[in-house]
């Protein structure tokens, strides 16, 4: 469990398009990590390369090497279904399965990785990821009423307690609280503080206190202009990303000044 991702020379193409180039970075386990930049900088194709969900597009590729724990997910004979249950993924959206209840949720990947499991196995692993995303207390009642019953804030949590489920090493989240409300995005954050005491989480947001409240590391992403790729310009602890950064153009953007 929580495992350390290094990326090197990584370019992400879709087709002949270079939308990220160069990346270079070394996440920590049991640590969280912000993304951040402007719109189109390339943050969500980059998180979107940790677990291999970039190439489901066509023509979607990437170069250079992609390292978890020193293994490089993208050398040849690695099941990229695997790596996706390695490495989970919570989207800006909640996506909770809408006919399914919130049981079957929590459950969902594990049914999809075709693991038989006894009813009461599966009622403790239930139990278990609804309390580790914060959630039981609210759900526990209604185990099997549909997951869009909840609200937004609830549905992510769930979202998240189907992730953990899994037991992946980390967890991608790509915006996760830019649907919720201010109190969902507190909830949100404190269990992502949770949940570095056991993965490695990555984050993308476009919300400053965010990435200052949740996050040990962050990667300042740009892009030069239309059509040009997005790169990472700077990378270093949050607070001197905030307080001292070393680039004029992290310092532009976390003050403000653009994006
Ligand atoms: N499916 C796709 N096919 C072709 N180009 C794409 C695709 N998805 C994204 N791009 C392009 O890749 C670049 C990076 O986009 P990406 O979505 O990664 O940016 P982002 O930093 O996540 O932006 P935002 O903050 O708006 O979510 C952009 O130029 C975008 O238009
Ligand atoms: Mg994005």
Redesign the pocket.
């Known amino acids: 469990m929580s495992k350390r991702i290094d990326a090197v020379d990584l370019n992400v193409y879709?087709?002949d398009?270079l939308?990220?180039e160069g990346v270079n970075i070394n996440i920590e386990p049991r640590s969280v990590t912000a993304f951040i930049?402007?719109?189109?900088?390339?943050?969500?194709?980059?998180l979107r390369t940790i677990n291999r969900m970039h190439e489901v597009?066509p023509g979607?590729r990437v170069t250079g090497k992609l390292l978890v724990d020193g293994d490089d997910i993208y050398a040849a004979g690695v099941d990229p279904v695997t790596v996706r249950t390695q490495i989970g993924m919570v989207f800006q959206r909640p996506n909770p399965f809408p006919t399914m209840s919130i049981r079957e949720n929590v459950l969902a990947g594990m049914r999809l990785n075709n693991k038989r499991m006894s009813r009461s196995d599966a009622d403790d692993l239930v139990e278990k990821s609804l309390r580790g995303a914060n959630l039981w207390n609210e759900v526990k009642d209604r185990l099997d009423r549909p997951g869009s019953g909840l609200s937004g804030g609830q549905q992510q949590r769930l979202c998240i307690a189907r992730t953990i489920a899994v037991s992946p090493d980390v967890i991608l989240m790509d915006?996760p609280c830019s649907a919720l409300d201010p109190i969902s995005t507190l909830a949100v954050e404190d269990l992502i503080l949770e949940l570095k005491e056991q993965y490695t989480v990555v984050i993308?947001t476009?919300n400053m206190q965010q990435a200052a409240r949740v996050s040990d590391k962050t990667a300042f992403?740009n892009i030069a202009g239309v059509g040009k790729p997005?790169k990472l310009i700077e990378y270093d602890l949050t607070t001197n990303i905030f307080n001292n950064p070393q680039e004029k153009s992290t310092e532009d953007y976390v003050s403000g000044r653009f994006g």
């Open positions: 879709y087709g398009f939308a990220v930049g402007p719109s189109g900088c390339g943050k969500t194709t980059f597009l979607a915006e993308v476009h992403f997005g």
